[in-house]
C-alpha cells in the first residue's frame, strides 16, 4: 500500500513558466514532508521541506505547499530553468521516526 | 566535505551468488540508512543505523539481507543468496544526529541479478 502517491509520472514545462508537482499522502501521522531532486546515475538531492504546523515554506525559486486536510502537497518551481530538468520524489516521515517514506517520482523536463 | 560514497557503482551476479554492498557516510555523521528502489517505482525504506546500532530495520525483505555497520563508520549491505527480485538501485544516506536533520544521499549501487 503506497502511503505517499505521485500520479503524474511526467510533466513538461516551458522554460521561465510555472512548474507545479502535486504529492498526495494517506497516512495522517505523516508530519514532515520533504522533496528531493534526483539527476540521472546520482542519488536524490534534498530541496526543501515543510513542517506540518506550516502551510508555506518558501526558498528561492521553490515553494512547498501543504494542505493538511487535503492531504496534498505541491512543490512551485518558478520560473523553471533548463537545470530543473530532472526527477522530483516527494517523501514524508513522523517526526518519531527517521525512515523516509517516497514517492514514486515525477518526471520534470523543461522544455528551452 | 566528501558527500555519502557507495562502491560499487554497479554490480551484475548470477541468481544465487553472493554481493556485498558498501557505504561511507558523511564523516561524523552518525545516522546511516539503507534504501531501495526497484525498476522505477518508489525508494523504499531497508534501514537506519545510530552509530553501529540498528534502529529500525522494517524494511529489510527478508533474511537473505545482512546489514552491518562497523565501528559506526561504513556500512555494508550483503545480499545472500541473490534473487532475480532483488535487482534495483540501492542507496546509503546519513544524517548528523538530531532527529528531523535532512539526509544526504550517495549516488547508488545499481545491483542486476540474471
Known amino acids: 500500500d503506497q502511503q505517499v502517491k505521485q500520479n503524474s509520472p511526467s510533466l513538461s514545462v516551458q522554460e521561465g513558466r510555472i512548474s507545479i508537482l502535486n504529492c498526495d499522502y494517506t497516512n495522517s501521522m505523516f508530519d514532515y514532508f520533504l522533496w528531493y531532486k534526483k539527476y540521472p546515475a546520482e542519488g536524490p538531492t534534498f530541496l526543501i521541506s515543510?513542517?506540518?504546523?506550516?502551510d508555506k515554506n518558501e526558498d528561492g525559486r521553490f515553494t512547498v505547499f501543504l494542505n493538511k486536510s487535503a492531504k496534498h502537497l505541491s512543490l512551485h518551481i518558478v520560473p523553471s530553468q533548463p537545470g530543473d530538468s530532472a526527477v522530483y520524489f516527494c517523501a514524508a516521515s513522523d517526526f518519531g521516526n527517521e525512515k523516509l517514506t517516497f514517492g514514486t517520482g515525477t518526471r520534470l523536463t523543461i522544455i528551452p | 566535505e566528501a558527500g555519502v560514497t557507495q562502491f560499487p557503482s554497479h554490480s551484475v551476479i548470477e541468481k544465487g551468488q553472493t554481493v556485498t554492498l558498501r557505504c561511507d557516510p558523511i564523516?561524523?555523521?552518525?545516522?546511516l540508512y539503507w534504501y531501495r528502489r526497484v525498476m522505477g517505482k518508489e525508494i523504499k525504506f531497508l534501514l537506519h543505523f545510530v552509530k553501529e546500532s540498528k534502529q529500525d530495520e522494517s524494511g529489510m525483505p527478508n533474511n537473505r539481507f545482512l546489514a552491518e555497520r562497523t565501528g559506526g563508520t561504513y556500512s555494508t549491505l550483503k545480499v545472500q543468496p541473490a534473487e532475480l527480485e532483488d535487482s534495483g538501485v540501492y542507496f546509503c544516506a546519513s544524517s548528523p544526529g538530531t532527529s528531523g536533520d535532512t539526509q544526504y544521499f550517495g549516488p547508488g549501487t545499481r545491483l542486476t541479478v540474471l
Open positions: 515543510i513542517s506540518s504546523i506550516k
Open positions: 564523516s561524523g555523521h552518525d545516522n
